[in-house]
């Protein structure tokens, strides 16, 4: 007993001294290039969500094909994004103004590191790179995420950690 709680107590000293140190450090985000792991899922509906979400995200926010929209937001989609107003027609006429429609790539082009899924929820999650607020000479990298619900085969709900601008 006195040689297990002696162990904790050094174990717990050299976390101690140690967390400090690792806790500064920073392993780099780095993208998934091959999609297709992302997308799979032994459950089909799993999957059928996240290529929804996937397409959606290559087609209408990359692509910026707006006419698409429909295809992929439930009409009364709900955004909490505090920059875009809820409701289909909000989403196309705050995204018209800022993407023009571009030729659709095969693959989503922002740096995706997971796509999760689990119930009617979807996870995007990317590569976000910033300037060091204690040294703008040198960048580091974090992760963004975009969620959305799904319901009756369309995106109901999106949220983000955008702030108001």
């Not at 995106?155 to 955008?162: G, L, P, Q, V």
């Amino acid at each position: 007993m006195k040689t297990s709680i002696a162990r904790a107590c050094r174990v717990g000293l050299l976390l101690a001294f140690a967390l400090p140190i690792t806790a500064t450090a920073q392993v780099a985000v780095v993208a998934q290039p091959k999609h297709e792991l992302l997308l799979a899922s032994a459950d089909v509906r799993l999957a059928a969500n996240k290529r929804l979400v996937y397409d959606f995200w290559r087609e209408v926010f990359e692509g910026g094909h707006m006419e698409l929209a429909d295809k992929y937001l439930a009409e009364g989609y709900i955004q909490h994004n505090p920059n875009v107003a809820t409701g289909r027609a909000g989403f196309v006429e705050a995204f018209s103004k800022w993407s023009k429609p571009k030729p659709i790539e095969t693959k989503v082009k922002a740096p995706l590191v997971a796509v999760t899924a689990e119930g009617d929820i979807v996870v995007l999650s990317f590569v976000r790179e910033g300037a060091n607020p204690k040294d703008a000479t040198q960048k580091y990298t974090t992760t963004w995420f975009d969620m959305f619900r799904i319901e009756a085969g369309k995106i109901a709900e999106h949220w983000d950690a955008a702030p108001k601008s």
